[in-house]
C-alpha cells in the first residue's frame, strides 16, 4: 500500500466574504463570544507566561497578553474582540490562532467569523498515517472497485477490485491523471475514454485552482504533458469543471462490458485525502460480472488478464 505526503498548508483569499447587512452583527457577536472563550481556557503557562504567583482575577489569558504574544497593538485586539468593523489580515488571524491554541477547523470559523475566505483544510494527520478506518472503507466496499487518493491524484491506497478491474497495479506510475493518459491496459478497457478526459482535465484544474502555486501540480503537470500530447490539447482549453458523477463504460477481456458510476468523497479527518468509490449501474448485468471476476474462479482468470 502506497501512502502520500499531505500537502503545504493552503493560503486564504484576504477577500471578505458576502453577507447580508443584517448577518454582520451577529457574526460580530459570534466572534466576540468565540474569542472570549478560546482566551479563557488558554493559561498563562500554556502560552508560556507566569501565572502572577495566583493574583489572576480570571481564567485563561488576558488581552493585553494575547496582544502581546501575538504581536499586534492591544487597541487593535481588544476592538477585534469586540467585534468591531476593523481591517483585519490572514496573517494577524494566524498569529492570534496560534496565542489561543486554535485547531484547524477552529481557525477556520475565527476567519469566517472575522469576515475572511477560511484557508484550505489541513490534515491532522502526519504524512505516514492513513487512516485503519478509510482501509477497511474501500475493502467493505467490495466487489465493487475503490480507491483513495492524494491531492495531486497519486494513488494512496486501492481494493482488490480496482486492480483487478481499472489494472492499478504496482509497476504503473500510480497517478491517477497521468495514467489515464498513459496507461495503455486502461485505454483498452475504458469505452468511453474520449467522452471523459476532457472532464478528468476540468476537475484536475479545478484541483490546482484550489492550491494555486503548489510545485506538487506543477510536477505532474509537466510529466503528463510531455507524455500525453492529447493532455496538452484538452489543458489548452482552460476548462474548469468540479468533479461530479461520471459514468465509466469499461471492456474487460473475461467478461465483457462493464458500466459505472464513479463518486468522490472526502473526509474530515483526512481533507488532503480523496476517496473515490465506482457503484455498478443497475440493470446492466455490471454488479453479477463484478462479482465473478472478485470470487475466486474469477481472480485466478485475472491473473492472467491484466495486459487485456
Known sequence: MVVAAPPGKGESLTVATQEKPQEKPRRRQELREFLMSRR?????????????GGRRRTPGLRREEVAVLAGVGASWYQWLEQGRDITVSPQVLDAVARVLRLGGAERRHLYVLAGLNPPLPEA????EYLCDGLRRLIDGWLPSPAHIMDPYWNLVAYNESARVILGFRPENRQNCLIDFFTDPVYRSRAGNWAENAPRVVASYRAACSDRPGDEGFEEVLAEVSAASPEFTELWARGDVSPAGLVRKALHHPLVGDLLFESAQLRVPARPDLTIVLHNPVAGTG???????????????????????
Do not use: F, H, I
Open 124 to 127: 491532522e494527520y502526519d504524512a
Open 286 to 308: 455490471t454488479a453479477e460480472r463484478v462479482a465473478w471476476l472478485t470470487s475466486p474462479e474469477g481472480r485466478r482468470g485475472a491473473m492472467y488478464s491484466v495486459a487485456g
Open 40 to 52: 479563557a481556557r488558554v493559561s498563562p503557562a500554556e502560552a508560556g507566561l507566569p501565572d502572577g
